[in-house]
């Protein structure tokens, strides 16, 4: 079955770690994007990637970090300078961005700061 | 910039009862209008879109017209279940904002028996 797959589902992290989020898809889609969640708020685009070997950053890329090598693979790496880590994180993918094209999301991973 | 308002919630129905989540947006162009639905611990699925005005996206007994007269994408249904608690988010993408989604707050549905 094809789809898109976030892991790990629960993730802590220590002060002052860098810590990476996996997003892998199947889906052979071009776009692929990450997304933070905090509770009662919308979705804010963090970085997004339209092509292999090229990213953009979103509305909140401080203390972030992606890389896109590989079609499938859109991994995001949460640094030490991201001042409040804690939330819901959500990879979308998409074949030619939202508009005319359904986007897909993973499950999510839920990242705390201990 | 684009941006797009939902009712706050939470909005707690009893089993059968009409639903309304009102969803209004301001954009620059002429944007796409999307619900998604969030259910407890999981991603984002689309529920329902529509691309131009007076569209009716329509999906699992769930209804929303596009009116660009009031910029406005309110989501109905007639009968709601209890199965339907989740989390709804409005949203946008235009073309000339590199169709990217501009997300709502989302409002939380809770049914009741």
């Known amino acids: 079955d094809g789809g898109i797959t976030q892991s790990p589902k629960y993730l802590f992290r220590k002060e002052g770690q860098n810590v990476t989020l996996s997003c892998e898809q199947n889906l052979n889609h071009d776009a692929m994007y990450w997304y933070r969640q905090d509770p009662g708020q919308g979705l804010r685009l963090i970085y997004y990637s339209q092509i292999v070997n090229d990213f953009q950053k979103g509305d909140i890329a401080e203390g972030y970090s992606v890389s896109r090598e590989k079609k499938e693979s859109f991994p995001l790496t949460v640094t030490s300078a991201q001042k409040n880590p804690t939330a819901f994180y959500l990879c979308?993918?998409?074949?030619?961005?939202?508009?005319?094209?359904?986007?897909?999301f993973g499950q999510g991973t839920r990242l705390t700061v201990v | 910039g684009d941006s797009v308002t939902q009712m706050e919630g939470p909005v707690t129905l009893s089993e059968e009862a009409f639903l309304t989540i009102n969803c209004t947006y301001t954009a620059t162009g002429y944007p796409s209008l999307f619900w998604y639905v969030q259910y407890p611990g999981e991603g984002l699925q689309l529920l329902l879109k529509?691309?131009?005005?007076?569209d009716k996206g329509s999906n699992k007994g769930f209804e929303a017209t596009y009116r660009k007269e009031t910029t406005s994408f309110h989501l109905e249904k007639g009968s709601v279940q209890v199965s339907d608690s989740a989390v709804y988010f409005c949203?946008?993408?235009?073309?000339?904002?590199?169709?990217?989604?501009?997300f709502g707050g989302g409002t939380r549905l809770m049914v009741k028996p």
């Open positions: 949203a946008l993408s235009e073309q000339n904002a590199g169709n990217m989604l501009t």
């Open positions: 979308a993918s998409s074949s030619r961005g939202f508009l005319n094209t359904e986007a897909f």
């Open positions: 529509a691309t131009k005005a007076d």
